[in-house]
């Protein structure tokens, strides 16, 4: 049995690798900053918190990484961790810089000092590259962030680049670009737009304030996702991998179909506030996953409306007083 550590294992991506690596055979330990107070209710909701080994571990500490590392020796290990809202980042640049750079630092240190043969898995982002005039983004894209978020994960991304290289760790980078579910917390757009639709669709009306409609992204399926992450740290030789569907569409068709598919008209009931634009925003970015298919034989099956759809339908299902 192969034993699995996952940093974050709360969080959307970190809850559904969980549940993919237990159908494996993994033995998986989640790690939480604070693992006694922390509910783990989207372990709760996929119905694995009992097969989940959660621990405490702060990945700002490096005493604490080591400790953990020591007790449990994983084979592999997943860096989910971190503040993953490119929105939040404006408002806390310091804390996200230092959460995403320290925490993947502190892990491939605390490797080297322990001496441990596990593979690595780094959550890079999309969102390091930047706007590209319209162009997919592939590996060899260069970086241009503009957000604090995006700014901490090219440093987070290089550093692991630097280590592979200089001490020859098997670790990897997984370039994601956006991904989403019905796990994704409430200030993420996609989210906030989903559950507009059906509170309005069942309240007979109202209205949904939105930032910039006009931007694109490239949108998928999170559990996908997390296939190609396992994959990634399957393989002979450690490379980052680009992991995206390779189809931008704007957030105004991404309201148009959640709206649609509760039998409301967007127009009718979605607002463009200044207040809420962002510092910079990304106009337009999406990535090209040939790499991902040729040398891993991943390739996203659902696309923006499939997830739309299956957001919609999730939300529908829950209670509205939830």
Not at 73 to 80: A, F, G, T, V, W
Request: net charge negative; proline share 4%; aromatic share 10%.
């Amino acid at each position: 049995m192969k034993t699995a550590l996952i940093c974050g294992v709360s969080g959307q991506d970190g809850t559904y690798l969980a549940e993919f690596l237990l159908n494996k055979g993994y033995r998986v330990i989640g790690t939480s900053r604070d693992a006694a107070v922390n509910r783990f209710r989207n372990l709760e909701k996929l119905g694995i918190e009992a097969r989940v080994e959660t621990v405490s571990m702060a990945q700002t500490d490096f005493h604490s990484i080591v400790t953990v590392l020591d007790k449990y020796r994983p084979d592999e290990i997943y860096n989910l961790a971190g503040q993953s809202s490119v929105g939040l980042s404006f408002e806390q640049p310091i804390e996200t810089f230092n959460g995403i750079t320290a925490g993947v630092l502190n892990l491939m240190e605390a490797i080297r000092f322990l001496k441990l043969p596990c593979r690595l898995y780094n959550a890079s982002s999309g969102d390091c590259f930047g706007d590209q005039g319209g162009e997919p983004c592939s590996e060899e894209t260069a970086f241009r962030p503009i957000s604090p978020y995006a700014t901490a994960k090219a440093a987070a991304h290089w550093a692991v680049v630097t280590y592979r290289s200089s001490f020859d760790l098997f670790a990897c980078n997984g370039i994601l670009f956006n991904h989403e579910s019905p796990l994704r917390p409430a200030r993420f757009v996609t989210q906030k737009i989903v559950a507009g639709a059906v509170e309005i669709a069942r309240n007979g009306g109202g209205t949904l304030s939105l930032g910039n409609l006009d931007i694109s992204r490239d949108w998928g399926w999170a559990p996908e996702y997390v296939h190609a992450m396992w994959l990634m740290l399957q393989q002979k030789e450690p490379m980052d991998y680009v992991i995206a569907t390779g189809q931008p569409n704007r957030l105004r068709d991404f309201c148009q179909v959640a709206f649609e598919a509760v039998g409301l008209n967007m127009e009718d009931h979605v607002i463009s506030e200044s207040s809420l634009l962002r510092p910079s925003d990304i106009a337009l970015v999406y990535g090209d996953p040939t790499r991902a298919k040729e040398n891993l034989g991943w390739e996203a099956q659902f696309k923006m409306k499939d997830v739309v759809h299956a957001m919609i339908e999730d939300h529908r299902q829950t209670p509205a007083d939830t």
